[in-house]
């Protein structure tokens, strides 16, 4: 079972949707009890960065995520989610995030529009069990406005928008996309069928 | 790189797709859910729902119809209609739309946008707006095009941007169901004022209209209609197909 984690930020209704169409076991849930028993867990999040970090926080939810990484669980960051996974984040402060992946948030630094809004493709990095079922060029559905830089070592696949922006994320267990799986039709199924095999 | 969208909209009304020409004669084409996932399997790259009941009992339905869309469908979803306040925004991300169109609502009250903007981000905050030539003035309308607002169009888009709108839907009430393009010269003035992502609405009539659409104005991001996919005039697979060849970039 999948433990969609629900801190009070974004609308988990997509996600546990999608998961349950390609017959996924998932549950919303911020209680430890049910996390500790999940096989593997989901960290989604839409909105800005400093809000989600303090809603994390409350309670130690932060320090018990970072735990339970720890254990070797799937942890997959979706969006913000994936942004929380790195060591910190500069959208309008300085904010730590969980330091699960070496690397930092910073505004995209592109010559086109922001946000980034819309369909764009993927290219490889390298291999990863994310990606077993997608090809090179797929094209995922994005929305953000800050994106992971210094993450080189972390690259499974990117985007361009003028910039190489990071798309697919992993250190070790703990890996993230920058696009919405569940709103990136098949190919985002695709991509959450692969995460619910490892 | 980013491709341009093509979206189809579905007016609602009481649980049912309805279509009308120059916003009047609506008539029923269709059941929502159906037609949702046949433009899902046809390549739409997001849909955009506007739910234009005037009763509760139809709200209700709407709310029902987002529902069960949002769980069998996964591509980005857009609602407007009807959205007055952020507890209406509540009211409809709940049940699985990722984005809010709001129109006279945000007229009635402009912190509206930075009100929803500032809880549920930029990118969840469209701002659609009706737009008609008065004295060769680009003018708001409010009501679904029945009122003039005397408001400047070019202003009320660059309002809406520095306020924390994350989209702009630019719909020409002079172009729209005549079928004879889109809106090029309303939707490159426009273009010149905002840096948000602007879809262009009202007037698709052929596949040659987006392809003129992407090349003359390409601030455009994306090209919304309603009636040429309802009534399969067009198919989406074969305008991203046309669109592609034309050497502009889509999702296939």
């Known amino acids: 079972m999948i433990a969609i984690i629900d801190y009070g930020v974004g609308n988990l209704f997509s996600l546990s949707s999608s998961l349950h169409n390609i017959g996924l076991e998932c549950v919303v849930t911020n209680r430890r009890e049910i996390i500790n028993k999940a096989d593997k867990i989901i960290l989604p999040g839409v909105g800005a960065f400093s809000d989600a970090r303090k809603l994390l926080a409350k309670d130690g939810l932060d320090e018990y995520l970072i735990e339970q990484a720890g254990q070797g669980k799937p942890f997959l960051g979706i969006c913000l989610g994936m942004q929380l996974l790195f060591d910190k984040s500069f959208e309008y402060g300085e904010h730590k995030g969980l330091g699960l992946i070496k690397g930092e948030i910073q505004p995209i630094q592109t010559q086109f529009k922001i946000p980034h809004i819309g369909w764009n493709s993927l290219s490889f990095v390298k291999d990863d069990l994310l990606t077993k079922y997608i090809k090179d060029g797929d094209f995922v559905y994005y929305v953000h406005s800050y994106c992971a830089v210094e993450c080189d070592d972390a690259l499974v696949a990117v985007s361009d928008y003028g910039t190489k922006v990071a798309g697919i994320v992993r250190n070790k267990n703990v890996c993230g996309t920058q696009f919405h799986p569940e709103k990136s039709g098949e190919v985002g199924l695709n991509i959450l069928r692969a995460f619910g095999e490892i | ?252």
């Not at chain 2, 699985?96 to 009100?115: H, T």
Request: glycine share 10%; charged share 25%.
């Open chain 2, 1 to 252: 790189m980013i491709t341009k969208r093509i979206i189809p909209c579905l007016d609602v009304r009481d649980g049912r797709v309805v279509k009308g020409t120059n916003f009047e004669g609506i008539k029923d084409v269709e059941d929502p859910v159906e037609l949702a996932k046949f433009y899902n399997i046809s390549g739409a790259d997001e849909l955009v729902f506007y739910d234009i009941t005037a009763s509760a009992e139809g709200r209700g339905l709407f709310v029902d119809v987002l529902k069960k869309v949002a769980a069998e469908i996964f591509i980005p979803l857009t609602v407007g209609g009807s959205i007055n306040t952020v507890d209406d925004f509540d009211r409809v991300l709940k049940c699985g739309a990722d984005k809010v169109s709001v129109n006279s609502g945000a007229i009635k009250n402009p912190s509206l946008i930075s009100e929803a903007a500032k809880k549920y981000g930029n990118q969840c905050v469209v701002l659609s707006m009706d737009v008609k030539r008065i004295d060769g003035k680009f003018t708001v309308f409010a009501k679904g095009g029945r009122e003039n607002t005397g408001m400047d169009a070019l202003e009320w888009a660059v309002f809406g941007e520095k306020n924390g709108a994350g989209e702009l839907v630019v719909n020409s009430i002079d172009t729209d169901g005549v079928k004879g393009g889109f809106d090029i010269e309303m939707l490159s003035a426009i273009g010149e004022k905002v840096n948000i992502p602007i879809i262009a609405s009202g007037g698709a009539g052929s596949m040659e209209h987006f392809d003129t659409l992407f090349k003359t104005v390409p601030k455009v991001d994306a090209g919304l209609a309603a009636s040429i996919f309802h009534y399969r005039q067009i198919a989406i697979k074969d305008l991203k197909t046309y669109l592609k060849n034309n050497n502009i970039e889509v999702r296939i």
